[in-house]
């Protein structure tokens, strides 16, 4: 499996995040307008390369929930109709900040970690002082501590276990939206999505620039990690840092794919033998959810 070819624009300066192009009949990749909930987006509206697209208020990938404000949590469960929530997170991550389910009575909710984060040395806990903390780690090599998470997420026990679960669960989830996603949206519920689209048939260009479209709606959120870095005399030299840890890079989904090349030879191999996702399965999912 070759590495596509994206519709991404980088910036002039090494390391700088990468916008994606606009992709035509995806409005604002699919972006919902919520209070607190940054990076919460309807795959609906993305077209399959065969002509058709996800229906929209069915595939849901975001950010965590835990800030969630009562008007988001109405928005999601009465308008978006979200009836299932995936949480791929570790437990020390539900456990310091858990999903509202008490205000979301009618929802199912699943645990599906992943990675366990803190075998890489990673504890994304998601308190502003632990974000900063975390990042006085990555001072060496901060791109490559992340590109490390994701063979790891494809490849290991427990991220396999988890994404097989996952798409089984949108397998038989008949009517509502399923929504899933990590901490902040980009890397564990990104693949997650990549999976997803992929299994759907949507283009590769497209399934990077949708990964990349985090880049867009974590801006305001990582503007306020650097000024309070910058008030704790951390200094600049965080800069990188915060860019590996909060951005989308094609070169980690990259990584990803090259990963499942080498150990499965394709993408379709890793989800018939990896995932237990053969044809069959992607053909029935493609009938719940494209129009």
């Known amino acids: 499996m070759s590495t596509p070819e994206t519709t991404a624009i980088k910036t002039p300066h090494e390391g700088a995040p990468e916008t994606p192009q606009p992709i035509d009949g995806f409005v604002d990749f699919g972006h919902l307008s919520l209070d ?3 990076n919460t987006r309807d795959l609906g509206g993305l077209k399959t390369q065969d002509g058709r697209h996800i229906q929209m208020n069915r595939l849901i990938r975001s950010s965590a929930l835990h800030a969630a404000t009562e008007q988001d949590i109405f928005k999601l469960t009465d308008e978006v109709g979200v009836a299932r929530v995936v949480d791929f997170r570790t437990d ?7 999903d509202p389910t008490d205000k979301m009575d009618s929802v199912t909710f699943y645990d599906l970690p992943v990675i366990q984060m803190a075998a890489l040395g990673i504890t994304r806990e998601n308190t502003l002082s632990q974000d900063i903390a975390v990042l006085e780690q990555y001072k060496d090599d901060p791109f490559a501590i992340i590109s490390k998470i994701y063979p790891i997420a494809v490849l290991g026990d427990d991220g396999k276990r988890a994404y097989a679960n996952f798409l089984d669960i949108l397998l038989n989830a008949e009517e509502g939206a399923t929504l899933w996603h990590c901490t902040e949206g980009k890397d564990r519920a990104g693949l997650g999505a990549v999976l997803v689209e992929y299994a759907l048939g949507v283009s590769k260009a497209d399934i990077y620039a949708d990964y990349l479209a985090t880049n867009i709606f974590v801006r305001t959120r990582i503007d306020k990690i650097a000024d309070a870095a910058s008030k704790h005399h951390i200094g600049m030299h965080l800069d990188a840092d915060i860019d590996a840890l909060y951005y989308a890079y094609t070169s980690y989904l990259d990584g990803a794919f090259a990963a499942i090349e080498q150990e499965y030879g394709s993408l379709d191999t890793y989800l018939t033998e990896a995932l237990h996702f053969g044809e069959g399965k992607r053909e029935k999912l493609q009938e719940l959810y494209l129009v």
């Open 36 to 38: 607190h909930l940054h």
């Open 92 to 98: 020390a991550e539900r456990n310091h900040h858990p």
